[in-house]
């Protein structure tokens, strides 16, 4: 069965404070792989995809990175509005869905 | 563009009553999906569609049908609703099946 574990499940930043997010997963093979950012309320945001280990890809303070086993998102020099939960999701060759994991909620505090 | 939207953005039901979901993507994608978000338990999957004229089980279909009225619209129907349906159901569309999903902005139920 396909897994996605994402850790930690909450971190609290100063603004600033650089961190990342971590997303390991267990799947029969790898198509895909997913990062969303989702404000309360609201629906989840496309940030990246990323298909091979080794992949790598950046947006303004994010960058996303695979290996065979997990993807770190990386935020550089945090700001109170990157505070949101970031969820992380896999596609997968053995099925059609998106499997997601359960979220990392980041606040960063001013 | 708007996107993905999604009627109603809130709705209260009672048991056993019924109602349905709306969700258009004017994106012209192919496949899209309905997913309910519960605390504890992420995004699962309910139903999808992958084109216009085919509709598939998800994870947890049990309890709902969908329509593909049309290459736009995709509906999520609640025949008698339940308590255990409370949860907040958010639309998705992709220009196929396994390319990136982009989500509508959510209608959240309860069902009391």
């Known amino acids: 069965e396909d897994q996605v574990t994402q850790s930690p499940e909450a971190l609290r930043l100063q603004e600033g404070e650089s961190s990342s997010l971590n997303c390991s997963y267990t799947v029969s093979g790898l198509r895909g792989l997913f990062w969303y950012r989702q404000d309360p309320g609201k629906g989840p945001e496309f940030l990246f995809t990323l298909y091979s280990a080794g992949e790598e890809k950046e947006k303004e303070r994010l960058k996303a990175t695979l290996t065979k086993k997990e993807s770190f998102l990386h935020i550089t020099a945090p700001k109170p509005e990157d505070s949101a939960t970031y969820l992380c999701a896999v596609h997968t060759t053995s099925g059609s869905r998106l499997t997601f994991g359960e979220g990392t909620q980041l606040t960063v505090n001013p | 563009n708007a996107g993905v939207t999604q009627t109603p953005k809130f709705q209260v039901l009672k048991t056993g009553q019924s109602m349905t979901l709306q969700c258009a993507q004017d994106m012209n994608h192919n496949s899209m999906y309905w997913y309910r978000q519960d605390p504890g338990m992420g995004l699962r999957l309910i139903y999808y569609s992958a084109s216009e004229g085919t509709t598939d089980k998800g994870e947890v279909p049990n309890g709902y049908n969908v329509s593909r009225l049309n290459k736009r619209e995709f509906s999520l129907r609640l025949e008698s609703a339940a308590p255990s349906q409370t949860s907040v159901y958010f639309c998705?569309?992709?220009?196929?099946?396994?390319?990136?999903?982009?989500f509508g902005p959510g209608t959240r139920l309860l069902v009391l």
């Open positions: 998705a569309s992709s220009r196929v099946l396994q390319e990136t999903q982009y």
